[in-house]
């Protein structure tokens, strides 16, 4: 889609469980800035920075020269062996007897925005929105915002690998890379006194590392919230 690199939600962990991807040292932990500093044969070219506008859809960089990074024809990479997975309103069928308070958490999500999540290798986990509002119709077609991206993560097991995006001879067909390649699933939990969607994944051929995240409401996603979206990473 069209959105813009500086407006995408976009969460990882580094200096606490749950932090905007971008570059900062209140974000990123040493380690994490220290790996995007080096090129792809783990030279440093203090180009972390950059490389984080890029991974973020920055253009500006692209371009088939020494000293820019790979040029892109999508800034969502391959997707191998993630299935995509739909969430929309919540749908376990418990009962109030067994689960006190479940029926009162479907009923105020009923609506929920639906989003269909997939793992992808540009070391990020995407959320999209699957909506269609029939309440606007205009010449028989709906309202869309199906396909806007409402949420990525990049998990921090990835770090080491990312720079290999940027580089001019990083080539899919013959030296690809997995990154997020799991397949995510989900399950409404009763965590901290409340019901909650959450979703849990791993990296696949990515790597060894499993995330849970807390996709109870959609329309909150934002990176001021990255805090409560990221439940945990463990390696």
Do not use: C
Not at 19 to 45: I, M
Not at 210 to 218: E, F, M, R
């Amino acid at each position: 889609n069209a959105q813009s690199a500086t407006s995408r939600v976009i969460i990882t962990k580094g200096t606490s469980d749950g932090v905007p991807f971008r570059w900062s040292t209140t974000n990123l932990t040493t380690y994490q800035q220290t790996e995007l500093n080096k090129d792809a044969s783990g030279a440093p070219d203090s180009r972390g920075s950059d490389r984080v506008a890029y991974l973020r859809g920055d253009a500006s960089n692209e371009a088939v020269a020494a000293g820019a990074f790979r040029p892109r024809s999508s800034k969502l990479a391959d997707i191998v062996n993630s299935n995509p997975l739909y969430v929309g309103a919540p749908s376990a069928g418990y009962s109030d007897v067994d689960h006190p308070g479940y029926l009162a958490f479907r009923t105020i999500y009923l609506a929920r925005k639906p989003v269909v999540y997939i793992g992808a290798n540009d070391g990020m986990l995407h959320g999209v929105d699957a909506s269609l509002d029939f309440s606007t119709v205009s010449s028989g077609i709906p309202t869309s915002n199906a396909g806007n991206e409402v949420l990525a993560y990049v998990p921090s097991m990835v770090y080491s690998k990312l720079s290999k995006l940027t580089d001019q001879a990083y080539n899919q067909a013959r030296n690809h890379v997995y990154f997020v390649d799991g397949s995510p699933m989900f399950a409404d939990s009763y965590l901290n006194g409340a019901w909650h969607t959450v979703l849990s994944g791993g990296l696949g051929a990515g790597g060894k590392g499993v995330y849970a995240l807390d996709i109870t409401n959609p329309d909150s996603f934002a990176e001021s919230g990255a805090t409560d979206i990221l439940l945990w990473e463990f390696t």
